[in-house]
RNA sequence: GGCGGAGUGGCCGAGUGGUUUAGGCAAGGGCCUGCAAAGCCCUGUACACGGGUUCGAUUCCCGUCUCCGCCU
């Protein structure tokens, strides 16, 4: 796996992507995505897809894989990502991972090996678990395999069916935890950071732009493409809303406040998951109005790598 | 001015004469190995104000203030 990967991290609406194509510039380097839902085609307004002018030229990988209908899974992701990383540091230029899809980061970082998977078992408990009820399921996961039952809690029905998967079909006790974060990383992560009020802000003006944008049609047309069947695309923030809103569910507005509710929301979700990470290098972004100057912040953060890039005849 | 109704935690909104004072949303905190923009957990003693009745009042009574209707 690639050693001198950069990721660039932090909570939604924070300048991740564009930072990560200056990087690129500067490094010679080509970002991978790490965002769960801009792996599916067509969604590109309500996931802040770059576009390809904004790319400026430089390659992205892991966008625009899959069809909506299709469901997304870490373990997919992990191994595309690898390729790509390794790929990318193959031809000798730089793996910029940019994405704020906490496990997918790390799935892609580090050597987490996910248990397999069954589609017909997973029905089956999928199944269990609508008629039962999440504690029944537990309690059994609980004679099963004490320690997962524990680190479960009842409540989550989701969870426990995956560790009775896991054991049903590895015949052995649910492990699977994450593991403790190693002193260094294979990688250099970046955390985008900046106050709340400026984050929400940004978030309602971003949420505010992609209504303006024609979001609302980019629904219509998915939903045309079976964007209600899909699994995990059904459920992004925005296109979740918007589809309850074209069932007649609730009202445009709605959909578009409940999106900056649920954006912002999730903005707090990702700051719990990668605050926890000691390896991070913070990189204060509230209120650089130039985005040269925060590039040259990148680079100084970045070290040694960075340092070079800084020289004046590396240019920009 | 008269009559009627209402004043509950940031907002909405139930409710009760007395162990635990609903619920929802928002907010804050946290968890996380195959849907992760998902899923899950934890956190809030508020009853407009002043009197009175009562062993005890957010709940009953009186008054004050405010708001909303209708009337003049």
Request: net charge positive.
């Amino acid at each position: 796996m690639g050693e001198r990967v950069i990721a660039v991290v932090g909570p939604t609406a924070a300048g991740k992507s564009g930072l990560a194509v200056e990087l690129a510039l500067a490094l010679g380097g080509e970002v991978i995505n790490a965002d769960s839902m801009q792996v599916y085609r067509g969604m590109d307004i309500g996931t802040a897809k770059l576009t390809l002018a904004e790319r400026r030229g430089v390659p992205h990988h892991l966008l625009d894989l899959w069809d909506v209908r299709q469901p997304a899974n870490v373990a997919d992701y992990q191994r595309l990502a690898r390729w790509a990383i390794d790929d990318i540091t193959a031809r000798g230029r730089v793996p910029i991972l940019a994405g704020g899809s906490g496990l997918y980061v790390r799935g892609a970082l580090e050597d987490l090996a996910f248990p397999g998977t069954d589609p017909a078992v997973r029905a089956r408990l999928e199944a269990e678990l609508e008629r039962d009820g999440a504690a029944a399921l537990h309690t059994r996961l609980a004679g099963l395999d004490p320690a997962a039952a524990q680190a479960v809690l009842p409540s989550n029905g989701r969870r426990i069916v995956r560790a009775l998967e896991v054991i049903e079909l590895t015949g052995r006790p649910f492990t699977a935890t994450l593991p403790e974060y190693a002193a260094s990383g294979p990688a250099v992560q970046l955390w985008l950071r900046l106050p709340r009020e400026e984050l929400d802000r940004r978030i309602g003006t971003r949420v505010d732009q992609m209504w303006a944008a024609g979001f609302e049609d980019e629904v219509r047309r998915l939903e045309r493409h079976g964007l209600r069947e899909g699994r995990t695309a059904s459920r992004a923030l925005g296109y979740q809303q918007l589809l309850r809103y074209l069932a007649g569910e609730s009202t445009s507005d709605q959909a578009r406040e409940e999106t900056a509710r649920g954006t912002r929301r999730l903005a707090r979700r990702q700051e719990s998951w990668f605050r926890r990470d000691p390896r991070i290098t913070w990189l204060d972004v509230s209120g650089e109005p130039d985005p040269g100057h925060l590039l040259d912040r990148a680079l100084a953060a970045l070290g040694p790598a960075g340092a070079r890039a800084r020289a004046p005849q590396a240019g920009r």
